[in-house]
């Protein structure tokens, strides 16, 4: 008695949360969820030697403490949550923790359940100086490192997930966002760092906690790279370049910023992810072309007035490409037999799983199996979650399972049914037949070939008891079988 299967079309991608209520969609991190945030202003992330203002003698320095203000969703009952770390812009000689983009990004991001940082980094450099521009970047990243390192040391104390803290910078903390990303060996240390005083390594500054200060991801609003040998084929953490082809400040492909030939020439966004995609690492982009430096409306990270239509379109873009990082991947693969479907997961990064089958039945298994009562059409989704509460779908359409076929002789039979020590397995046809068992979650347990027209013993004694399926991939079709 053999079920058809006509038709199984495999498409996977996000779906909407509505219509599925067994499934347990949220909104958290694509919409503002917590009404209530709460900020700790002033928080000391590190101290470390600051240039004194006329910024022009760089032995002339003094300690200088390093802030912090951060935000965090109150109400909130994840005891760990992904962070991000917002640098302002300013030219290294200007700027602070709070200026309105940078709140803004923080505010809104805390209000989605994210923790969030606005830091204050040390400023000063020579303008008519090329080794203090650069040693002032150099300072710059040493800070952006010192406040991811702070952030991972006191990740019980602010319920922050170490594996994922993220890097967004605008304008001159677009250039802390990708040098953190890509200057991250000694050897790729600026020459004029070493000069009398020497800065010391990346990790040497601020604080002398032992973490890692390269962030798991980046947001770069028109920024810009040293060098773009800098970037290698193991430069594969996640990457948001945002800048307008236009920009006389920070340039789109290659030159000094302000066209100051007095500073070292960089490479902006466009080669960056022009270099990028040449690896097959490509970069997450928004590039507008004939738009100049921070396009949507700031001016050294200050709205005179309200944002312009642009600010949604870059905020959108962050929370999208921020989500994406730190989400599981949903997936799936499924074989049917007659009217059974068994599912298996292929998903990455998740801990939670939750199905609907499209007929009213549900499941939380990993890999279920599902046998449909009546012939349809039928549209499975697979939910699957992390410990972040990130979630994505898969789907499947199953179309047209049909008619019991009560007078047509099975390809093969599997006899006794159930059974405990021996089975026979009958091949119907004239040709040999290769038969795969599989167990009730999918895999493969072994494979067995019969001649045609023979009969077959196999000794299932080590088989553990459940439910198992014989299935013959050239017809197609399969048989349920039991182990006592």
């Known amino acids: 008695m053999i079920k058809r299967l006509s038709l199984i079309l495999l498409?996977?991608?996000?779906?909407?949360?509505?219509?599925?209520?067994?499934?347990?969609?949220?909104?958290?991190?694509?919409?503002?969820v917590f009404p209530a945030i709460q900020i700790s202003q002033d928080i000391v992330y590190g101290n470390a030697e600051a240039l004194n203002f006329p910024y022009l003698?760089?032995?002339?320095?003094?300690?200088?403490?390093?802030?912090?203000?951060?935000?965090?969703?109150?109400?909130?009952?994840?005891?760990?949550?992904?962070?991000?770390?917002?640098?302002?812009?300013?030219?290294?000689?200007?700027?602070?923790?709070?200026?309105?983009?940078?709140?803004?990004?923080?505010?809104?991001?805390?209000?989605?359940?994210?923790?969030?940082?606005?830091?204050?980094?040390?400023?000063?450099?020579?303008?008519?100086?090329?080794?203090?521009?650069?040693?002032?970047?150099?300072?710059?990243?040493?800070?952006?490192?010192?406040?991811?390192?702070?952030?991972?040391?006191?990740?019980?104390?602010?319920?922050?997930?170490?594996?994922?803290?993220?890097?967004?910078?605008?304008?001159?903390?677009?250039?802390?966002?990708?040098?953190?990303?890509?200057?991250?060996?000694?050897?790729?240390?600026?020459?004029?760092?070493?000069?009398?005083?020497?800065?010391?390594?990346?990790?040497?500054s601020g604080n002398n906690y032992s973490h890692s200060g390269k962030a798991n991801g980046i947001m770069a609003l028109w920024g810009a790279l040293q060098d773009t040998n800098f970037i290698i084929s193991s430069d594969t953490l996640p990457v948001f370049l945002a800048h307008g082809t236009a920009d006389e400040t920070v340039p789109f492909n290659y030159g000094s910023a302000f066209g100051n030939d007095a500073f070292p020439p960089t490479y902006g966004s466009g080669l960056v992810a022009e270099r990028?995609?040449?690896?097959?690492?490509?970069?997450?982009?928004?590039?507008?072309i004939g738009e100049g430096?921070?396009?949507?409306?700031?001016?050294?990270?200050?709205?005179?007035?309200?944002?312009?239509?642009?600010?949604?379109?870059?905020?959108?873009?962050?929370?999208?490409?921020?989500?994406d990082i730190h989400k599981p991947i949903a997936g799936f693969s499924l074989t049917a037999i007659e009217n059974i479907v068994m599912f298996e997961d292929t998903s990455k990064g998740s801990s939670y799983w939750y199905w609907d089958f499209g007929d009213g039945y549900y499941s939380s298994e990993q890999n279920p199996v599902h046998e449909y009562a009546s012939p349809g059409d039928f549209f499975p989704i697979q939910f699957v979650s992390n410990d972040l509460l990130s979630w994505d779908t898969a789907s499947a359409y199953v179309l047209s399972w049909v008619g019991i076929e009560k007078n047509k002789a099975l390809a093969f039979e599997v006899f006794p049914n159930?059974?405990?020590?021996?089975?026979?397995?009958?091949?119907?046809?004239?040709?040999?037949?290769?038969?795969?068992?599989?167990?009730?979650?999918?895999?493969?347990?072994?494979?067995?070939?019969?001649?045609?027209?023979?009969?077959?013993?196999?000794?299932?004694?080590?088989l553990k008891p459940g439910l198992y399926f014989f299935y013959d991939e050239n017809s197609g079709k399969g048989v349920k079988w039991v182990k006592r």
Request: charged share 20%.
């Open 11 to 32: 498409a996977y991608g996000l779906l909407s949360q509505y219509g599925f209520n067994q499934i347990p969609y949220n909104s958290r991190y694509l919409e503002s």
């Open 57 to 204: 003698d760089e032995n002339n320095t003094t300690p200088q403490d390093l802030l912090m203000d951060i935000y965090r969703p109150v109400g909130d009952s994840l005891a760990y949550r992904p962070a991000v770390i917002c640098a302002h812009s300013g030219a290294f000689v200007s700027g602070s923790k709070d200026v309105d983009d940078m709140v803004a990004f923080c505010d809104s991001m805390a209000h989605r359940g994210y923790v969030s940082a606005s830091i204050d980094y040390r400023l000063g450099m020579n303008i008519f100086s090329g080794p203090s521009s650069v040693r002032a970047v150099y300072r710059g990243v040493q800070d952006g490192r010192a406040a991811i390192r702070f952030l991972k040391e006191n990740a019980d104390v602010y319920g922050i997930d170490t594996n994922n803290v993220y890097l967004l910078g605008s304008s001159a903390g677009g250039y802390i966002a990708q040098q953190d990303m890509f200057m991250d060996t000694e050897a790729e240390r600026p020459p004029e760092t070493y000069t009398s005083p020497d800065l010391g390594c990346l990790d040497c």
């Open 276 to 288: 990028l995609e040449n690896l097959n690492n490509p970069a997450e982009t928004y590039f507008v």
């Open 293 to 323: 430096h921070e396009f949507y409306g700031t001016d050294n990270g200050n709205w005179d007035g309200e944002p312009n239509e642009y600010w949604d379109t870059v905020f959108n873009k962050v929370e999208a490409f921020s989500y």
């Open 418 to 462: 159930p059974a405990s020590e021996f089975i026979r397995i009958k091949n119907n046809s004239r040709t040999k037949m290769t038969l795969r068992l599989l167990s009730s979650n999918t895999k493969l347990v072994m494979s067995v070939s019969v001649m045609g027209g023979q009969i077959k013993t196999l000794d299932v004694n080590i």
